[in-house]
């Protein structure tokens, strides 16, 4: 490559958890600029899930981390073309990318629930994700099978 790569950003933690992750979450879950909107939906979302999960002994937060962990793919299926064939060719994720894409998929598949408020379909979301179950954790699942059913072609990795 003749580029040289971008040198990576550090994120500052979240003030009330004082967490790297929350901010990323954030960070994605905001639109237009307003990051303050969207740090009280995300808390508000925290505050809901502990309503809505009061049988566990867990945090919010941990219940929150459990979910993502839940909907974070562990392989992917990338295109390859191979003389005039294309071929899904299974690959692992690298670590950023896999939170990059559980965190993506939540908030899009909260996003397209419905529900009044943003924070009330997020923790509709992060609590089917948590009991493996909902959107997110469907295409996680859908992902992974892709990558099963393709696994003839492992070999054309590159």
Same mark, same amino acid.
């Given at each position: 490559? +003749? @580029?040289?790569?971008?040198? $990576?950003?550090?994120?500052?933690?979240?003030?009330?958890?004082?967490?790297?992750? #929350?901010?990323?979450?954030?960070?994605?879950?905001?639109?237009?600029?307003?990051?303050? #909107?969207?740090?009280?939906?995300?808390?508000?979302?925290?505050?809901? #899930?502990?309503?809505?999960?009061?049988?566990?002994?867990?945090?919010?937060?941990?219940?929150?981390? $459990?979910?993502?962990?839940?909907?974070?793919?562990?392989?992917?299926?990338?295109?390859?073309?191979?003389?005039?064939?294309?071929?899904?060719?299974?690959?692992?994720?690298?670590?950023?990318?896999?939170?990059?894409?559980?965190?993506?998929?939540?908030?899009?598949?909260?996003?397209?629930?419905?529900? @009044?408020?943003?924070?009330?379909?997020?923790?509709?979301?992060?609590?089917?994700?948590?009991?493996?179950?909902?959107?997110?954790?469907? $295409? $996680?699942?859908?992902?992974? +099978?892709?990558?099963?059913?393709?696994?003839?072609?492992?070999?054309?990795?590159?």
């Amino acid at each position: 490559m +003749r @580029k040289t790569k971008p040198k $990576k950003r550090i994120l500052l933690p979240d003030p009330k958890f004082h967490d790297t992750l #929350v901010t990323r979450f954030v960070n994605d879950l905001m639109q237009d600029g307003k990051k303050s #909107v969207a740090y009280t939906i995300f808390y508000d979302t925290l505050n809901l #899930v502990e309503q809505r999960v009061k049988d566990t002994e867990l945090s919010p937060l941990e219940i929150w981390k $459990k979910a993502l962990e839940n909907v974070t793919p562990a392989v992917e299926v990338k295109s390859r073309r191979v003389g005039g064939a294309t071929f899904q060719v299974p690959m692992e994720i690298r670590p950023e990318r896999k939170t990059a894409i559980s965190i993506k998929n939540l908030i899009l598949f909260a996003r397209k629930r419905s529900g @009044k408020s943003m924070s009330d379909k997020l923790s509709a979301e992060i609590v089917a994700a948590f009991n493996s179950e909902g959107g997110a954790f469907k $295409k $996680k699942e859908d992902t992974h +099978r892709m990558a099963e059913a393709n696994r003839a072609f492992a070999h054309f990795r590159f």
